[in-house]
């Protein structure tokens, strides 16, 4: 595929699940959101301010930076919150993956819809463990903290290599590269999905699109 | 969750972020997505559509295509339809009459059957309903590919027109590495490809052949299961296109595949924790295929009879001689193929090769076939001459019933005859012309070489370059066996398969899951046995058969003269680009010092310049001269170090006066590149260095001077090959025991035997070489090419009387008294001879 991707593993225990997850996507985020563009004349434009916030896990010891933004906080924490169900619901041995990624659209010709290609996949694989004790969970508690904290500087190691982003947009093309849709922030067009145990590979839908696909392209 | 908030907020009064004042100080300009070609999802089908779009020479060709080979469809089935169900035979034969009033001619409306019997006849009928709706669906399938590829193409099109800046009337114009030079340059602009900020041809190859560099693999490992010894034929190879496709559905793209997508293997099948499991899977998953193929084989066994009946019977009405003729047969395709070769560099060079090997073929004619067609012709010939000549008297006899009908056959008769007869005047020498073949298809197992004019060779041989008759009989047969091999023995192997396609996979950064056979890493996949000794980690069964990775490895980098190869590579295409190198120079002064001795006998010597003439073509007879005298110099102990080395000298000359004319065109355009012109003068030897030179500095300008220079590429591959495959037949001979090597060496000298068929080919081997194996005197071959290259005078004098002895037995094909003599000079050791001759030598100095 022509996109990068990262994959970041993490073993919590179960009602750590959130937190963690919650810290590592609103990291990612923090690096991949700009200011709110305002366009002006001459095809220039200027960038609006971000705001951040520094926000303290309950069960893990851990303090993550975020986008101050309510509404970008909101779509991730239920994305993450159904995740969390799934993982619970699934009954297996808590295996999950749950993924962010950074697309952008592109417009096509008449008998295809619109693209979204992908340029760079964020994969976090969760393994959910459970502990005895309550003393175990203190350690956890601490062992997940420093993991996360060695996580988040991994992430910002990879976004701060020169590698592809999307060329910046002239106004009647930012919808295709960035999510407009929020009033404070401006985050690059993303997609979060999940996936609980690495079943035998992808959904069946993309199964059948794919089936399709190679008919036609044979 | 506590919230501490920090000083970092947001400015709520969003129009006014800058303090005031300073409103333009902070201003973006927006680069905006000027192309729409940066960033392309799926680069494999990308650069695979350029490729074809190349290849089938513009949007209005391949549309035209594609449009007739629908209607092709469509004819088939309505015309085979209309015969058997439309047409009133009776009519036609006269058996029945026609109630005409106005005239008595039959004509051919007559015959048809009126429309509404018609359709009756085909609605009663179940089978030609059958046959129709599963032709109507696929056809359907078909219609819908072609409006899809249409779509598809069309983006390529203006990919083309756009970001390459050329039109599609110019398309054909253009070489493939123009095309891929341009898609490189384009990479810096528009950023194809995310991961790297630039592409290299090897990327490109890697994602247009992916898959075939795997089959490709996959065959040199011998894991396909297409090779079988079938009890009354013996060793046969059955590898056809409903085969290749089967093991590509189930490989690479099917439902189920081994990989996930164009560009992955799928995570499971990279690990070796549970391969058993995995080759369980693949096993059913064979199985239930080649179920599938069972039961749709009648299908598809209709199809094939339809097809090959309708694009066939013209063919071979026309020229019946035809069927006699050979192609490569798809299993030769995989097996001579590089890795990373295009399909028409491939295609180039197989027909090339063409014209020697079925030479070659034609060398074998069974005498008692001859016998029988000679007669048989002559029977065949006097009666189609008296009928012929009845016909002239009075054309009459033509309306007497079937004459016409004999007449036909005859001919035909007489032509198939025909092939079997050997023309009187061809020369054969088939281990020259092995030679000259193995120039062009780079590949060929050891055991052919001294060999060249055994049955058991020339049957090999046919496996790779088949009758098109044996062609076309085993497509229509494949619908029926595909299955057998899938179920029976494809599954046997899913082990192997596994893996192997663990295995062999790496990830490259910015190409995906390649073949690692691919990458032509020679310390990776090399064999010692093929100049990579030292180089290479591989364990046996890492190494590459055939030498196939430094073969792939030259003939890549010799093609694309701008790609650099990895360090180990670059030493390894150096070293051997070095030897070659020497070896001209070498070879010339030898020429120089014994140039009068043998300018007696040198016209003589034809065969062997033959590949130093069939791969310059026409040279000036200067060179051609050198290349006799090269090749008989050296001749007893590296034939063919001496013929590549000569050829590529006798090709010098020729290829400056090429230079001349590329240059020439490039001086028309406003950027006159002398760069060339020099570089065109400066090669004796090794020629890269001047077409680097030239295709740098004018890659976007003549067109003529990128086809030229093509073409010397190919003609630079095949001295590698030849030279390659001299040096190991050199390297393993010398491992071999003294026994086996004077075995080789007397197989050899039998070769000078006629190969008509009858002549005795077999002299009692041990008679042969009754003393001559001294310690010093085994090891003298592999000495000899070490230091008499590199040595001086005496050296080269003490090989210079080699030739008189070996001269005796080269191989003269027509001159037949000749051989018998050599034949009789046999029994002298080689090696001895050199102790008759030291008074020339003195005489020389």
Redesign the interface.
Known sequence: ????SEVLEVSVEGRQVD?AMLALLHTILLHRST??F?Y?KE????????????????FIDFTFVRV?SEELDRAIRKAVGEFKEALSNSGSDGMGQISLEFY?K??S?W??SD?C?P?EVWSIKVNVVNLANEQERQICREKVGEKLGEKVINIVEVISRH??L??????S?VD?VFDTSLK??QPYLYKITYQIT?SL??SVST?MR??IK????? | ??????E????ET??N??PPGE?NL????????KS?W??????D?FFQRIYNLHQKNGFTCMLLGEIFELVQLVFVVTFTVFLVNCVDYDILFANKLVNHTDSSKVTLPDAFLPVDVCGARIRDNVFVIFILVISGVFWL?RL??F???I?CY??IRSFYINALKMSMADLPYFTWQEMQARIVEIQKEH?????KKELTELDIYHRILRFKNYMVAMVNKSLLPVRFRAPLLGDIVFYTRGLKYNFELIFF???GSLF??E??L??EYKRGSNRLELADKLSTRILWIGVANLLLCPVILIWQILYAFFSYTEVIKREPGSLGARCWSLYGRCYLRHFNELDHELMSRLSKGYKASSKYMNCFMSPLLTVVAKNVAFFAGSILAVLIALTIYDEDVLAVEHVLTSITLLGVCITVCRSFIPDKHLVFCPEQLLKVILAHIHYMPDHWQGNAHRYETRDEFAQLFQYKAVFIMEELLSPVITPFILIFCLRRKSLEIIDFFRNFTVEVVGV?DTCSFAQMDVRQHGHPAWMSAGKTEASIYQQAEDGKTELSLMHFAITNPHWQPPRESTNFISQLKEKVHREAICGQQGILTENHIFSSIQSESEPHSLIANLLVGPPSLASLNLGREASMTNHVVDVGLADGASALRSFSPLSTSQHLRSSYASTRLPRSDSAALGGGRAMVGSGTDARTASSGSSAWEGQLNSMVLSEYASTEMSIHAVYMHELHKQQSRGQLSRHTWHRQDSDESSEGIPDDGEAPRNLPRSNTFPCAGTPQQEGAPLHNTAQRRYGGTTESLSGGSRPMARFSRIPMGGWAEEAQASRLHDPVPEEGSEDELPPHIHKVT
């Open positions: 595929m022509n996109c990068r937190e200011g709110k305002h002006k095809g220039t434009y200027s960038i609006g301010t971000v705001g951040t916030q520094d926000i303290d896990c309950d101050s952008q592109k417009k010709r008998p295809f693209e290609i340029w590698e592809y999307p060329k910046m947009p002239t106004q093309e295709n404070d922030v690495d590979g992808t199964t794919r089936l190679d008919t036609l392209a044979l | 969750m506590a919230h501490f908030d920090t970092y907020q947001r400015l969003s129009y972020d800058s409103e902070l201003v973006h300009v927006p680069e905006g997505s729409q940066h960033h392309i999802e799926n680069l089908l399938h819908i590919k409006i899809y590829n779509c069309w983006e950023q194809i490809c995310i991961h793209w099917g439902p996930e997508n560009w992955s799928k995570p995906g």
